[in-house]
């Protein structure tokens, strides 16, 4: 076995196996009718199940290479956006090289839709697509496994328990990066932190870029190892997010219960409901590539920090939360167009997200607000 093929994603050579392997997998076929017919699949199952397969077939027949899978990838994207996303706006990627590789580090909202996203914007600006961090808890299924690693992904050991075995995990982890980076030269993108930021609240997780470094030489000051990763932090934000009454509930459950037990396949779920929710206007945000003198990983987390939230666009939600939440007017821009928010210019959205907001449990609304109403808080705190 070759280094890395535990974790690596799919070579070219093993694309149509693994898509037969797929097509084989009854699995496959009800996740994706699931997904195209939420409301039929119950009781029409019998009859659109082997139409989807059908279909499926053929949209993969004659895919043999990495390239060729991501092309039906992008089908499948361009159809949600068309569908599910009132608009993608995008800032900061002018200043990136085409053709040069990054470690794309961003905030956490959606399991797929995060890197999803940056992957969709990179490949319509004739940029390098992206090899994705994918944590072995949500590969509960084969099929998602292939389809992950057939889409550039690879595996971040959570599994391990023993503190030895996390730490072999995590070296291993930080050599495959740098090799992919500056041997392979192809872009990683891994998430600020492990988990989304299910209360809106975007922090850098330490232990992340912990794991980074841990492949630095002895010798190589901690600013010269990470000028070679070339980090560019990215800002992601969503006007609505599909999962935000199942977020509310975890949350509420924790600290009403003091814990929230996960059901089986939960997390494939939420990837669905990602998908298939309306998302509303979408921006991503593009920094500078971080090349500071970095003393140590707390400098490194503050400079990630101060730009993931200094570009971060806020939405007409967000304001219109923390309105609600906090009762009072926040002094902030929002919208790609970087626009003072004003109450008065955003009442059929206030209407729209209060009836949102009304079909969430009394209990768990305030909850609710405070993930929408979090980004607003913390871009304050960022610019003072």
């Keep these: 076995m070759n280094e890395f093929d535990d974790i690596r994603?799919?070579?070219?050579?093993?694309?149509?196996?693994?898509?037969?392997?797929?097509?084989?997998?009854?699995?496959?076929?009800?996740?994706?009718?699931?997904l195209k017919f939420p409301g039929l699949h119950g009781w029409l199952g019998w009859l659109l199940k082997p139409l989807v397969r059908m279909k499926l077939a053929q949209q993969l027949a004659g895919i043999n290479d990495v390239k060729g899978f991501q092309g039906v990838v992008e089908k499948y994207m361009a159809g949600m956006i068309n569908t599910r996303v009132k608009s993608l706006t995008v800032s900061g990627l002018e200043k990136l090289d085409k053709h040069t590789s990054y470690l794309f580090i961003s905030n956490h909202r959606d399991i797929a839709m995060d890197p999803a996203f940056v992957n969709w914007v990179l490949y319509h600006n004739d940029c390098n697509t992206l090899r994705i961090a994918i944590g072995d808890n949500l590969l509960t299924k084969p099929f998602v496994s292939d389809l992950m690693r057939l889409n550039k992904s690879f595996i971040v050991n959570r599994s391990a328990k023993a503190p030895r075995e996390k730490l072999k995990a995590a070296k291993y982890l930080s050599s495959y990066i740098y090799h992919s980076i500056c041997n392979e030269h192809s872009s990683i993108w891994i998430a600020q932190r492990e988990g989304r930021a299910k209360d809106g609240c975007d922090k850098t997780n330490s232990a992340v870029l912990g794991m980074i470094a841990l492949n630095k030489p002895k010798t190589e000051e901690l600013a010269d190892y990470i000028r070679k990763l070339r980090i560019v932090p990215v800002s992601i934000s969503y006007e609505l997010d599909p999962c935000d009454a199942a977020k509310a509930r975890e949350l509420y459950l924790q600290r009403t219960e003091g814990s929230y037990q996960k059901e089986e396949h939960e997390d494939v779920k939420s990837i669905a409901m990602?998908?298939?929710?309306?998302?509303?206007?979408?921006?991503?945000?593009?920094?500078?590539?971080?090349?500071?003198?970095?003393?140590d990983a707390?400098?490194?987390?503050?400079?990630?920090?101060h730009q993931i939230l200094g570009n971060y666009v806020l939405h007409a939600t967000n304001c219109i939360a923390y309105e609600m939440l906090h009762g009072k007017v926040p002094a902030v821009n929002y919208g790609a167009n970087n626009i003072p928010y004003d109450p008065a210019q955003v009442i059929t959205e206030k209407m729209e997200f209060d009836v949102r907001m009304k079909a969430i449990p009394g209990d768990q609304r305030n909850i609710a607000l405070a993930i929408y109403a979090n980004s607003v808080v913390s871009k304050i705190a960022n610019a003072d």
């Design 274 to 295: 990602g998908i298939a929710g309306n998302k509303g206007n979408v921006h991503l945000a593009f920094g500078d590539v971080l090349d500071g003198n970095y003393a």
């Design 298 to 305: 707390d400098e490194l987390v503050a400079a990630l920090d």
């Design 9 to 34: 994603p799919y070579r070219d050579d093993e694309v149509r196996p693994t898509i037969d392997r797929m097509l084989a997998d009854p699995e496959l076929t009800d996740a994706v009718t699931r």
